[in-house]
């Protein structure tokens, strides 16, 4: 009777709040989870676990399960596999058609180690356009935190590869023609272009950033690394800026080198 | 007419005092915050002991219990009224059987990509528990080899950022016990055990195994230990048999102390009556012991129930951190059971619970 008659046992409070996130999380019940530790946080505004719940929370509303690829990221050769990604270095040109393929050479190597990076986490899913918004808000919650966890730090990683796998098929590939309104003709204009390409490189690096507190080890080659992938950014707008002077033929040469080399996408007319 | 029974109302305010005094045992010990269990650490999945299938049916209330039908008693003072010798060899294993071997692996360093995903990728809860041994049990010397006891339990809660928390642990252990009746009614024995261990027992972040501080989470640990237990029962010559029984439980050495493991000397006590019952016997028994020694003290009770009818033993137990019940025979050479167990009541934690089955078989001369 005594046993029966009993309520639950309270538990640690704290412990006890975060636990009942938890529970919405994983009943489906994102927005519920949101709303309750939004008030938490409110109430307690240097309880960095219960920001970290609730960046979890809006990453579970962007439908994202980090158990159903654990494996993968814990598969201890994954950040060597990455660093080997991103060195990958493009071969010089030696063609008389130097400036153009040098241009395509570093766009290829750049999306190669973007493409390689993401191909090392192959598993981790596409996000939709729709819920997109709330993994970036979900990053956010977690870039606003001074003292994060090295695992929270991986947590961050492994949204912030959601997004360069999303950037790399939408964003990277914008066409670096554009039609212009006066004469209705297709025109370099590399501005998008190289808008996208910045947001890509800052990605990249953020993600190294984020994996040098995660293995400190590996601090000082993960650094390296992050300044020859600005680097490498910067060449590329660089050449970029370079062929932006190009007359009609050579446009054309351009664009059916672009098509040539895989990469047809960047040869489309951007209305 | 007497109007007044002096004995009647003495004994019915002493009875009432008595259930406020359990109502309050049980109850009263809500307001405190001794352990917490935001991660399930329950007693029942989470106790380091390796036990029989009878003596978990009962919750653990066996210290009453003078013969343990499937293997040596848990207080060694009994020892003197078993009357027939017992030589036999018991099997038990629990449903999940499937994540045996992603255990040994887990115990033996392997942690790999294949190995995660299956113990973290699909189930929340994971609960597998197998082990053997070999018995006698005579009227003055018990002895018991488990050359393997293997125990699993894992739950994983937010699928987005996994909070993990897990139990694994390997053993094979040497029990001997002996007893000698000192007075009319009165037992004293001593049990000594020995045992070799290999655990993990962590609460973690999942991605904490992706860091380089995190690589050695899931390493194993292990540690020997030599226990020395002295008890004594008194039983009194009575009707129903009852009867009183004290170990002092965990006295002894470990070869290193960790502070994942936890088992401080303990002084356990149970009690126990066995009325007749139609056509059997019915032992019920009340015990006072930790099991993983980090609950609360109400948590410490453990009621049993045993109904013993020709070959078929029916058991139940109940304690504060679950329930149990299930089905002994034993046969002239051959014995078997099973029993079901769950953490869900009395107090369970909403969706994080256990539903575990045991099953059990012997052979025995």
């Given at each position: ?271 | ?127 597998i528990e197998g082990s053997g041994e070999i018995a006698f049990a005579s009227k003055f010397l018990n002895s018991k080899y488990v050359p ?218």
């Open positions: 009777m005594g046993l029966n008659g009993c309520s639950p046992r309270p538990q640690d409070p704290s412990k006890e709040k975060l636990l009942k996130a938890s529970r919405l999380i994983d009943a489906g019940k994102p927005d519920e989870a949101i709303s309750y530790l939004e008030k938490l946080i409110e109430q307690e505004p240097q309880n960095t676990d219960a920001k970290v719940a609730l960046s979890s929370a809006y990453a579970a509303k962007a439908g994202i399960k980090v158990t159903s690829f654990a494996g993968m990221i814990i598969n201890a050769r994954s950040v060597e596999n990455v660093m080997a990604e991103l060195s990958k270095n493009a071969e010089p040109s030696t063609t008389p058609t130097g400036q153009v393929d040098e241009f395509l050479k570093k766009v290829s190597s750049l999306m190669s180690k973007a493409s390689g990076v993401a191909r090392i986490y192959v598993d981790i899913p596409e996000i939709r356009d729709d819920v997109y918004p709330y993994l970036l808000y979900a990053i956010e919650i977690l870039e606003e935190q001074k003292d994060l966890k090295a695992e929270d730090k991986i947590f961050k990683v492994i949204m912030e590869i959601i997004v360069l796998k999303h950037m790399i098929s939408t964003d990277l590939v914008v066409g670096i023609f554009q039609k212009d309104w006066y004469s209705q003709k297709c025109v370099l204009n590399f501005n998008k272009f190289n808008r996208s390409l910045i947001k890509t490189g800052k990605l990249v690096v953020a993600i190294l950033e984020d994996l040098e507190v995660a293995h400190p080890s590996k601090a000082k080659e993960l650094n390296e690394l992050s300044g020859k992938i600005v680097s490498s950014i910067s060449d590329l707008t660089s050449a970029a800026t370079s062929i932006t002077v190009l007359d009609e033929a050579s446009q054309m040469f351009l664009k059916n080198a672009i098509i040539s080399a895989g990469i047809g996408n960047l040869a489309e007319c951007q209305p | 007419m007497r109007l007044y029974q002096p004995e009647l109302e003495i004994s019915q305010s002493v009875s009432r005092r008595l259930q406020l005094v359990l109502v309050l045992f049980f109850c009263f010990p809500n307001v405190t915050y001794a352990q917490s269990l935001a991660f399930s650490r329950n007693a029942r999945t989470f106790e380091p002991q390796q036990a029989s299938l009878v003596t978990k049916g009962l919750a653990f209330a066996c210290l009453g219990l003078e013969v343990v039908p499937d293997s040596l008693p848990c207080q060694p003072a009994w020892t003197p009224l078993r009357k027939d010798p017992h030589l036999g060899v018991e099997l038990m294993l629990s449903n999940g059987y499937g994540a045996v071997d992603n255990t040994r692996k887990l115990l033996s360093g392997e942690v790999s990509q294949d190995f995660i995903n299956s113990l973290f990728g699909e189930n929340r809860v994971l609960q393997k006891n293997l125990k699993y339990f894992s739950v994983v809660r937010n699928q987005t950022n996994p909070d993990v928390e897990l139990y694994a642990v390997e053993e094979d252990a040497y029990v001997f016990q002996s007893g000698i009746k000192v007075l009319p009614g009165l037992y004293t024995g001593v049990q000594v055990r020995s045992l070799n261990r290999k655990f993990i027992r962590k609460k973690f972040k999942l991605l904490t195994i992706a860091t380089e501080a995190g690589k050695d989470a899931l390493k194993p640990k292990t540690h020997s230990a030599i226990y020395i237990e002295p008890g004594f029962g008194y039983q009194l010559p009575w009707y129903w048999k009852p009867r009183i029984s004290v170990l002092v439980a965990n006295l002894g050495f470990i070869s290193e102390k960790q502070p994942e493991w936890v088992e401080p000397t303990e002084l356990q006590v149970g009690l126990g009556v066995t009325p007749n019952l139609l056509y059997g016997k019915l032992d019920l028994l009340l015990d006072y012991k930790g099991l993983n020694f980090e609950e609360d003290p109400q948590d410490r009770v453990h009621f049993g129930a045993l109904y013993h009818f020709g070959a078929m033993y029916l058991m139940s137990g109940i304690d504060g951190n679950g329930t149990s019940g299930g089905i002994f025979y034993r046969l002239e050479s051959i014995n078997a059971g099973i029993m079901y167990s769950t953490t869900q009541f009395p107090r369970g934690n909403g969706d994080y619970f256990t539903q575990t089955i045991y099953v059990q078989i012997g052979w025995q001369i």
